[in-house]
């Protein structure tokens, strides 16, 4: 048996890769089998992370094990998709018992935590880099979708932005802070926590919904592009965490917040007869509204177009 | 709109992610959405193919896009699952549109022959490699194990082996032959065609089954240990092409069959009462039996055990 044969068998035999609802087989065939019950459609979404350009190709593989996970399970959230499973394509330079009991250790750990089963996946040698394949199950029509927002609609955040933005420099090591300032910022750009719980609650009645991976700014610019619509961000209600505006003063906290990338945070619209549902959804709130007219402008505290002329996250960095 | 963007604009035009039968949303949301019929289970397969590993580093790009898929697609066929749709990871050192261009139409080629939807993906910067995930559906309960093979079935493949193999040589500039035996090596090294036709008619009848990408001996020996079950393998009737045997001779082209790997034909067991079957499944033919015990045992003609110490493919190169 080879190296990577071996592999394969180190994730068959993960807590994750023993089934849950829905699998009908998981690893060790030629292909898994899922079920889908009457009524209900299947959610899929692929991401690529490749060391050097979407993390540090010197980094904590637990870490990485979560991180990898998380943003693809965030894009089953912004569907109004209940998680499933999940296959990872992992590519690796050369095979580290170390290296890969940690980085299987943090993939369970987000797999537990967003009940996500391991169903398959492949194991070849090159430079690292990992694919991740989600599934979730979601009502025949209800899915979120982008292009649903209407005039009149409120553009609504799920949480604080631009802490994974703010953090890429103490990822990078290129600056320090102290550690209650570095912990929660780390934490969202290692471990962004998949709102599920949120897409769940918009079902039926968000008229569009996305994660934020790109930044609020261009991010939002898909929501109007896909629903012909016009968006405005009020950029007094731009959420940023205290920890992220004590590291970097207000005003870069929100351009980090506005056009950062790597949030994992849901954007959504809703029409004003469902505002009152936000009070039930933690750290969800309104930060604009949807009017006739295309692309995203953003306003000052005055109602001035303060709209920067760069919008946000060219999709991968060269190095991060 | 960077240029990443750009490409996946270009692959949603495609004609093959113009959405088919069961692909309720395509690409351009966070998901795509697939639709299920009732009592049917949903097959998926993950693969990998790292440049310089999998494949030449330098090779033409529209054979890439044929084989690419055409390897993933196989497994669907292996476990008799009909072609539902596929997401294509791509990961690119740089962006060239002629590259881009002709990979596409590779790629256009094998899912319009397999009738494979373009669902999703995603595309990064990196060192290129490929990660193609299938989907496929086959009725609760039918589909296609490595687990159920039984003592007296016969063993068959489902055409000639050793061919892309064979090929390798070829694809690495390292040999030459005349086109006439040139080409068809090197047609089933770039574009094995997945034998859906065939999984589809094993179906109910085949006891087990698997696509032989290891090299036949390492695959029997999946069978075989997934079964429980001993496997011999009579050497005299393990199928070469005309064109490998020229190539190689038959000593060395037999070598290729056993142990080459990338085959991408499939291997199956057949209970007795369904021997008859074969002559309707054109290439298919008996090669050995399934008995008590476990391993695999390779045979001559005079029934001697010749089993090599080396059970093929150790499922990469370190550089083709």
């Not at 990898?68 to 590519?91: C, H, I, Q, R, Y």
């Not at 996305?210 to 007094?236: P, Q, R, T």
């Not at 992220?244 to 007869?273: H, I, K, W």
């Amino acid at each position: 048996m080879g190296e990577f044969e071996l592999i394969r068998h180190y994730f068959a035999a993960a807590p994750c890769a023993q089934g849950g609802e829905g699998v009908a087989l998981g690893i060790g065939d030629d292909c898994a089998l899922l079920e889908l019950p009457a009524g209900q459609q299947l959610a899929i979404s692929t991401d690529t992370l490749v060391a050097g350009v979407h993390f540090p190709a010197v980094c904590e593989p637990a870490l990485l094990g979560q991180r990898s996970l998380a943003v693809a399970a965030s894009d089953l959230a912004a569907m109004g998709a209940e998680p499933v499973g999940f296959t990872l394509a992992l590519t690796l330079p050369e095979v580290s018992a170390a290296w890969l009991k940690a980085y299987a250790e943090g993939l369970e750990r987000m797999a537990s935590q967003c009940r996500l089963s391991l169903i398959g996946g492949d194991t070849t040698r090159g430079p690292l880099s990992i694919t991740v394949t989600v599934f979730g199950r979601v009502p025949s029509g209800q899915a979120l979708r982008r292009s649903g927002a209407r005039p009149g609609d409120a553009l609504c955040v799920g949480g604080y932005l631009g802490d994974a933005a703010g953090a890429l420099a103490l990822v990078l090591g290129e600056r320090q802070a102290p550690s209650e300032l570095a912990e929660p910022l780390l934490a969202h750009y290692w471990s962004p926590p998949p709102q599920f719980a949120l897409g769940l609650a918009l079902r039926g009645r968000a008229t569009a919904a996305l994660d934020i991976s790109d930044g609020l700014l261009a991010d939002c610019g898909h929501i109007a592009k896909a629903s012909g619509v016009a968006l405005e961000v009020n950029l007094a209600q731009v959420p940023v965490s205290p920890a992220l505006q004590a590291f970097l003063g207000r005003d870069a906290a929100l351009q980090a917040a506005l056009s950062g990338g790597d949030d994992y945070v849901l954007a959504f619209t809703l029409a004003p007869e469902y505002l009152s549902c936000l009070a039930q959804l933690p750290g969800a709130q309104v930060i604009g509204r949807v009017r006739e007219g295309q692309g995203v402008t953003l306003l000052d505290a005055q109602g001035q177009d303060i709209t920067p002329q760069q919008r946000g996250y060219q999709h991968f960095r060269e190095t991060p």
